[in-house]
């Protein structure tokens, strides 16, 4: 099921919502996991697991068909496994225990559990982006290198292995020196695009712990949608 226009921007950045529904997992061929663009990939990987905390200003940009461009800002934030992704219309955080989505237009909080991966990994994470080349239903490889503003940038395209998918592939752009990602773009079969620009990492930063627990009294008036079984 596509996501909503609305709930799209925290669902994308969390990923494993709903990239690939119900894919049928098929291990991609050798030729097809492009080596330079694994070495890339496993350096930005380290670089920001390497983090103890983490603050990343970003931009969402949503084009459909005969709609034009919407634009949302956000600021995503992680300390150890807690993370928070705020964006305009919505706020998505997790204490490690749970995922809470905050809608202020509805006045509604959603509580669910976090499912485990296949892998045991925890597939509402934002690391699952960092870990997206380990997905057994995507392949990867190189598309090319550029030079932009002084730095040598990597285009690196995803494509998943099941032809029906919903999306037809993924384009992320990062620093081949520091593995810095820049920009991450989905491409939906319906022509719909989906583009995060990401700003200047915070890393290592104090944050404090409020910032990632749930509070009921911090939602005064808010119905509260508890989803856990």
Known sequence: MMPSSR??????????????PLLQAQVATKAE??????????MMRKRYE?????????????EIPGQG????????????????LVMDSQTVFSDGKALYVVLPEDKEVQ??????????EDELSPEALFRIYRRKDLSYYLL???????RMLQRIGFKP?????????????LDRKTGEVLTFKVFSRDGSRYTVTFGATRANQPLPD????????????????????
Request: aromatic share 12%.
């Open 210 to 229: 409020g910032l990632f627990q749930w509070r009921k009294s911090d939602y005064p008036g808010y119905h509260v949608e508890d989803l856990r079984s």
């Open 161 to 173: 292995t099941d032809r029906n998918a919903e999306y037809t592939k993924m384009e992320m752009v």
């Open 111 to 120: 509580i669910d559990a976090l499912p485990l991966g296949s892998e045991g």
């Open 33 to 42: 996991q492009d080596t330079r663009a694994r070495a890339s990939l496993d």
């Open 7 to 20: 709930s799209f921007p925290a669902i994308l950045f969390l990923l494993s919502f709903n990239a690939f």
């Open 69 to 84: 461009v919407e634009v949302r800002k956000g600021l995503f934030q992680r300390k150890g496994i807690r993370y928070r």
């Open 144 to 150: 090319e290198e550029f030079s932009e503003k002084g």
């Open 50 to 62: 390497g983090f103890t905390t983490l603050e990343i200003p970003l931009r969402m940009d949503t």
